[in-house]
């Protein structure tokens, strides 16, 4: 079992900059492969980016891409997301999720989720 603690969250601006973290217990961090997903209201869950258990792998949604980064470090068992240039759209509840890899890392059949985190970006 892994669990999963996301942090960071809050209100921005329109333009401004959040980072979430997400501490991992339970299992061996380095053996599985993180992502970000979030779900705005009425909508359904969507995949935002996911980073490869070395950290060398990363994938993001078209709609992150260029403005968010995914990062890790294997050694504080923490998985992070770092938020530019944010827009009204990006408000949603950002969730953290792990699976253990098995290739290069995918954006969905993630097993273990952590409770969410709320961003809100203003305009």
């Known amino acids: 079992q892994v669990r999963l603690v996301e942090s960071g969250g809050g209100l921005a601006q329109a333009g401004g900059s959040l980072r979430l973290s997400c501490a991992a217990s339970g299992r061996t961090f380095s053996n599985y492969d993180m992502g970000w997903f979030r779900q705005a209201p009425g909508k359904e869950r969507e995949f935002v980016a996911v980073?490869?258990?070395?950290?060398?792998?990363?994938r993001y949604a078209d709609a992150v891409n260029s403005r968010f980064t995914i990062s890790r470090d294997n050694a504080k068992n923490t998985v992070y997301l770092q938020m530019n240039s944010l827009k009204p759209e990006d408000t949603a509840i950002y969730y953290c999720?792990?699976?253990?890899?098995?290739?290069?890392?995918?954006?969905?059949?993630?097993?273990?989720w952590g409770q969410g985190t709320q961003v809100t970006v203003s305009s």
């Open positions: 999720a792990a699976r253990q890899s098995t290739g290069a890392p995918i954006t969905s059949g993630y097993p273990y």
């Open positions: 980073i490869g258990w070395s950290g060398s792998s990363r």
